[in-house]
Structure formats: structure tokens, C-alpha cells
């Protein structure tokens, strides 16, 4: 960025501290395409250099930047200030339903061990092959882990999720998303290993359906969409004695 934007400046309110921290307001100047990214590090490196927040690719692929917008979970690195200033300020603030690590960073240790607890890992059927499946990419299932798999790990479903908010042990849109890839995919040893984890109370019955998730996922993912398929697989196995 070289080219101020008419001289033009932001006022920028950001979230500093812990769980009972408080905001600082900074003037940033407006620069064509600016991200919140942009913003955030501008702060940084010319402001405060105190202020800690967390980012690597800066193009949308590691998941690293979130936090929240004028009151909405996003990716600031892909998020525009054009897209969400309102009346020429911009509260940033860390994702909500994760510890504050300090200012925008947070602790993302709970959300991964959600995954773990979920068993979103991938059991080979035949462990010992190393020869590359042949999946039919055209096959309903294939088709099923295709609309799900691009999941970045961001943390923004996560944050969006009331029922994550109300009931701390859920384990969440982005966990259960990724089980939903991993009931569909063929080269799986069980499926219904992975469907026995996310079948009980903390599971994808807590999951109310309202969206909040499917809305504010930056990949356009429907998690919802993924947990309504687990909802009916683990029925279906219920129903059949499996689970
Ligand atoms: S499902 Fe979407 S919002 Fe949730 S972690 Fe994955 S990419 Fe981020
Ligand atoms: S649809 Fe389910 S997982 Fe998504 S935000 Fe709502 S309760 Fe959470
Ligand atoms: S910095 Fe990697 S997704 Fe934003």
C-alpha cells in the first residue's frame, strides 16, 4: 500500500487484554483495498507494537486470522474495509466462544480437541495399501465430502455457533462438518466409528439449525447442511442396532 485513500482515516477500536480487557481507539489511514488485516497490522507496526494478533498467509488458505468485525466472526485478511465500515469506524475484537489469549489472539487448543473428541481422523480401510483409491468423483457420497471438505479450520463457524456459546461441550459446526467428509468417504475403514462420537448429547443433536455457522463460514461451506446428514446417518444406524 503506497496511496493514501484522500487523506481519509479510520477510527479503529480493538480489543486489548484478556476476558475483562477494554478497547483502544486508533486513527488509521484509509488505503485503497485495505483489509482488517491491513488495519490490524498497520496498528501494529506503526501504533502500538504491544498489540498481539495472529495471521501467516494472508490469502485466505491457513485459517489464522479470524476474529470479530463490527460484531461478525470473519477471515480479516480477505475481509474489506469497504465491505463492513459503518459510519467510518471498526471495532475488532477475538473471536467469540474461545479464551483470549491476549488482545486479537485466542486459544484455539478447546476447538481442535473438539475434532479429536469428534474422531475426525481418517482410518485407512486397507492401512497397509499404498496405492491411491479410485474414487468415482460423480458418486453421491464423493459428492457429499466434496461440498465439505474445503474447510480452512478458521474457527469463524465456531464463533457464529450459539448453541457452542450456551453449551460449552458441543462440539461444534467445524468438527462435525469434517466427520461428515469422513462418513462419506469410501477409502474409511468404519463409518460408523465416526458416527458413534458425535451421536450423544454433545453431538450433532444439539445442533439447532439456524445457520449461524453456514452464514458467516468464509469458504462457503454449510456445516448445517453436513450436520443434517449426520443427524439422519446416526438415526438410520440407530435404528439398525449399529450404533
Ligand atoms: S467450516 Fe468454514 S467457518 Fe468453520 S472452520 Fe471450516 S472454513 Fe472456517
Ligand atoms: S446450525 Fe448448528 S452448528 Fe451451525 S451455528 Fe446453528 S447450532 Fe451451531
Ligand atoms: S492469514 Fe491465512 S486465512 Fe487469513
Known amino acids: 500500500m503506497t496511496e493514501t485513500q484522500s487523506g481519509k482515516s479510520l477510527r479503529v477500536d480493538i480489543w486489548r487484554g484478556g476476558e475483562d480487557g477494554w478497547l483502544d481507539s486508533f486513527n488509521v489511514p484509509r488505503q485503497p483495498s485495505q483489509t482488517i488485516l491491513d488495519i490490524v497490522t498497520y496498528v501494529q507496526r506503526k501504533l502500538d507494537a504491544t498489540l498481539s494478533y495472529r495471521f501467516s498467509c494472508r490469502v485466505g488458505m491457513c485459517g489464522s486470522c479470524a476474529m470479530t468485525v463490527n460484531g461478525k466472526p470473519r477471515w480479516t485478511c480477505r475481509t474489506h474495509v469497504d465491505s463492513v465500515e459503518e459510519d ?26 473438539k ?66 467428509t469422513l462418513v462419506n468417504d469410501e477409502r474409511d475403514a468404519d463409518p460408523d466409528a465416526h458416527l458413534r462420537p458425535v451421536a450423544g448429547d454433545a453431538g450433532c443433536h444439539a445442533c439447532h439449525s439456524q445457520q449461524g455457522c453456514s452464514t458467516h463460514c468464509p469458504k462457503n461451506l454449510s456445516p448445517t447442511a453436513a450436520i443434517a446428514g449426520l443427524k439422519r446417518r446416526t438415526l438410520a444406524a440407530l435404528l439398525k442396532g449399529r450404533l
Request: charged content about 25%; proline content about 8%; aromatic content about 10%.
Open 88 to 113: 467510518g469506524k471498526i471495532e475488532i475484537r477475538p473471536l467469540r466462544n474461545f479464551p483470549i489469549v491476549k488482545d486479537l489472539a485466542v486459544d484455539m487448543t478447546v476447538f481442535f480437541d
Open 115 to 180: 475434532w479429536r473428541d469428534a474422531g475426525a481422523r481418517f482410518a485407512p480401510r486397507d492401512g497397509a495399501s499404498l496405492e491411491f483409491a479410485n474414487v468415482d468423483p460423480q458418486s453421491p457420497a464423493r459428492k457429499e465430502a466434496t461440498a465439505a471438505i474445503e474447510c480452512i479450520g478458521c474457527g469463524v463457524c465456531y464463533a457464529a455457533c450459539d448453541v457452542v456459546a450456551w453449551k460449552p461441550d458441543y462440539l461444534g459446526p467445524a468438527a462435525l462438518n469434517r466427520v461428515w
